[in-house]
C-alpha cells in the first residue's frame, strides 16, 4: 500500500470512528438518540420536498426501490479530512407505503488542505435492485468500482430528466453553508448494527427490517408518512 493510500485509509479510519463515538447509544439513552435521528430525517424529507430547486424529488421518490437519508453529513480536518454521519434507510413496501428505518454509518476519506468542519443533508435515492442489494451486505463502497453509478445533485443544481438516467443511485445534496466539492465516489456505508438492536429492542438485521419487515416502531410513523408523498 502507497503512502497515499495508507493516508486516506488512516483518515477513513478516524472518520468512521468519530461519527461512531459521536453517535453511541449510552444504555437507554440509545433509543432517544436513534428517535431523534429519525425525527431529524423527516425534518430533511420536508425540507427536501419544498426545496424548489429539486422540483422531481417527487418523482424520484415514486420511481426509487428505497432512500437513505443523512440528516448531518460532516466534513472536517486539517489536512487530513474526511466525511462522516449517520442516516437510516427505508424501502418501498408497497404503493405509497415504506418499511421502518434501518440505520446506516457512511464515511468517506480525503486528503488535501483543509481546515474547519463544514456540513451538509444528503438523501440518497437507490433507483436499482443491485443498488439496494449492495445495501443488504455487510458494508460496500459507492462508484464504480463497485459496479454502482451514482449521480450526486446539489440543492441548486437543475435535477431534470434524472428520473431517466440510468443510474443506481441519485444523491441530493444540500449544502449548510459553504460545503463545497461534495464527492461521494469510495464512500463505505455500513449497518449501524447496535442502533437497529437498541430501536427494535432485539437482534435484527437490515435486510430483516427494509426488506422481511419483522419489526415495527410506531414512533418511526412520521418518517414513513413523510416519504408517502402523494
Do not use: C
Request: no cysteine; proline share 3%; charged share 20%.
Amino acid at each position: 500500500m502507497t503512502r497515499f493510500r495508507a493516508a486516506q485509509a488512516l483518515a477513513l479510519a478516524v472518520t468512521l470512528a468519530v461519527v461512531a463515538w459521536q453517535t453511541a447509544p449510552a444504555g437507554a439513552a440509545g433509543a432517544s438518540d436513534q428517535q431523534q435521528l429519525v425525527e431529524r430525517a423527516k425534518v430533511t424529507v420536508d425540507e427536501l420536498r419544498r426545496d424548489p430547486s429539486f422540483g422531481n424529488s417527487k418523482q424520484l421518490l415514486a420511481k426509487a426501490k428505497a432512500v437513505m437519508v443523512v440528516p448531518e453529513l460532516v466534513k472536517a480536518g486539517f489536512f487530513f479530512g474526511g466525511e462522516g454521519g449517520t442516516g437510516v434507510m427505508l424501502a418501498r413496501r408497497g404503493e405509497g407505503d415504506w418499511t421502518d428505518p434501518a440505520f446506516y454509518i457512511l464515511g468517506s476519506a480525503s486528503f488535501g488542505l483543509q481546515i474547519g468542519v463544514e456540513d451538509a443533508e444528503v438523501v440518497f435515492f437507490v433507483m436499482s435492485q443491485r443498488a439496494l442489494d449492495a445495501w443488504m451486505r455487510n458494508e460496500f463502497r459507492l462508484g464504480a468500482k463497485a459496479g454502482l453509478t451514482v449521480l450526486v445533485l446539489g440543492s441548486n443544481a437543475e435535477a431534470s430528466a434524472t428520473t431517466n438516467a440510468r443510474v443506481d443511485v441519485i444523491a441530493w445534496a444540500r449544502a449548510k453553508g459553504a460545503y463545497a466539492g461534495l464527492t461521494l465516489e469510495g464512500s463505505l456505508i455500513r449497518p449501524r448494527n447496535e442502533w437497529n438492536d437498541a430501536y427494535y429492542g432485539r437482534r435484527v438485521s437490515p435486510r430483516e427490517i427494509v426488506i422481511d419487515g419483522v419489526v415495527n416502531n410506531p414512533h418511526a410513523a412520521p418518517l414513513r408518512e413523510a416519504l408517502a408523498w402523494k
